[in-house]
């Protein structure tokens, strides 16, 4: 009688936390239903509004890689018969062009359903890792890790709670990713493949991640840096130390890249069997690395390159390049245990130093900022720098007007604006790592720091 009554009393607990598990859910899936439903609507309206068309031919919001223009220029010569790639139009990948063969009258729903598809992703992404982040804490408590004076710096699971939603209320009503969408920019796509490898990568799916993150590369190249935080991320799910001299972390880095390399292989060979061509390969990523269109947009190398002399350009384009894969090593050395907070430094880093970007690249990776809600009290700038970034994106549209249609300024203008904006970003950037590295370093030396001499001592970033 006892064994079964202690049987009902486990069965009554575990419907009771499941029970409470679901109401919980059911409390959290409400609010980002209703944030779902109200950027769709806002989409659906400037879709139907006079503004679409405006907004689909600004150089910030699309690129000659992304613009919908140039995709409805490949559909119409691929019905023709005749190689999209032919001429220097299009520059997507074959996978965009054949899905949107089927879905082009479908279009402005496919970029809607894109982006709530994206802040889905986001949203379940953050939720696990920040169960991750919670356990990790409470071992690190366990062992002893943390200074005794640093309480008031550990993350509660009040505090945690309403981040995933703030990250995908922030991807989806962030006007920049608003934009985007309207414009039916293919931008948006890249955000969703990068955001499912994101997701893959912190459920701890191997396969998924080399998928997803193959898909990504794939599209725009860019994202191969993401390799090294997705597989830091991967190893410490795993409790794989990062040794040079461990068997084990040989292995495990081999299988990851054998996957990731397969995925890279089978796609680049499924659109070849589309096209029966390898047009695609210098239309695309040579298009990417050489730079040959200079469209003013957002990025740092159109108007250098406008300037240059064409024999010095070869050179230029190298250095330019380099720096979005330069410091992927550097960081993964330092931010080798904190790979999530690798991951979002290195979209930054890819935004800035691309050759095409536009504001949905910054969209991306601004979604991720809500994350670092706890390193407030450590950021130096960032009222500055988020009202440098508001102004450029206000001035932006001003000074195109008046370099363009009124005349009254040239492209020194427009440009100047890009490189204040850019740098907004890079302090954005440095200003969230030096927080980051700060609180890392008070975790573990305490907040009140003193000298040998019992002086007060202030930290330094070296």
């Known amino acids: 009688a006892k064994r079964d009554a202690r049987a009902r009393s486990k069965n009554y607990n575990s419907h009771e936390h499941t029970r409470a598990g679901s109401t919980c859910a059911v409390k959290m899936a409400a609010p980002l239903v209703l944030a779902l439903l109200v950027a769709v609507t806002v989409r659906a309206l400037l879709f139907r509004s006079s503004l679409a068309e405006f907004i689909s031919e600004r150089v910030e919001v699309v690129s000659p890689l992304n613009s919908w223009k140039r995709v409805v220029e490949g559909l119409a010569l691929l019905d023709l018969g005749v190689s999209p790639y032919a001429g220097d139009l299009f520059h997507e990948t074959p996978l965009i062009i054949y899905l949107f063969h089927f879905l082009i009258d479908y279009a402005e729903l496919v970029f ?58 922030f991807y989806l009503l962030n006007p920049y990713t608003v934009l985007t969408c309207v414009a039916k920019s293919t931008c948006a796509i890249n955000n969703t493949i990068i955001t499912f490898f994101i997701l893959a990568t912190v459920k701890g799916s191997v396969f998924l991640s080399a998928i997803f993150l193959a898909l990504a590369t794939f599209q725009s190249l860019y994202p191969l840096t993401l390799f090294a935080p997705a597989l830091l991320y991967l190893l410490q799910r795993e409790y794989i130390p990062v040794k040079l001299k461990s068997q084990s972390f040989w292995i495990y880095t081999s299988q990851y890249s054998v996957m990731y390399l397969g995925s890279l292989g089978v796609l680049v060979c499924l659109c070849f069997f589309l096209l029966h061509s390898w047009d695609f390969i210098p239309s695309v990523y040579s298009f990417i690395l050489s730079v040959p269109d200079l469209t003013p947009n957002i990025g740092l190398f159109w108007y250098f390159f406008a300037e240059m002399f064409e024999h010095f350009s070869l050179f230029f384009v190298c250095v330019f390049q380099i720096n979005v894969f330069f410091y992927t090593i550097p960081l993964a050395v330092k931010l080798k ?103 890392e370093y008070h975790l573990s030396h305490g907040l009140c720091l003193r000298r040998k001499d019992g002086t007060e001592a202030t930290l330094v970033l070296k």
């Open 337 to 439: 245990e904190h790979p999530m907070f690798l991951m979002f430094v290195q979209l930054a880093i890819i935004c800035i130093f691309k050759s095409y970007p536009t504001v949905g690249d910054v969209s991306l990776y601004m979604a991720f900022l809500p994350m670092w809600s706890h390193l407030h009290r450590f950021l130096r700038n960032i009222f500055i720098v988020s009202c440098v970034l508001v102004v450029c994106s206000l001035l932006f549209p001003v000074l195109w007007h008046l370099w363009i249609y009124a005349g009254s300024a040239n492209s020194n203008f427009y440009y100047a604006i890009t490189l204040s904006f850019n740098v907004g970003q890079i302090l954005l950037i440095a200003d969230y790592f030096y927080a980051y590295l700060r609180r």
């Open 112 to 169: 809607m359903i894109t982006d709530a598809l994206t802040a889905i992703a986001l949203y379940l992404a953050v939720q696990d890792f920040n169960k991750a982040m919670f356990k990790k804490q409470k071992l690190h408590l366990e062992l002893n890790k943390y200074a005794p004076d640093t309480t008031e710096l550990l993350l509660t699971p009040l505090e945690m709670y309403h981040i995933p939603l703030k990250v995908a209320v």
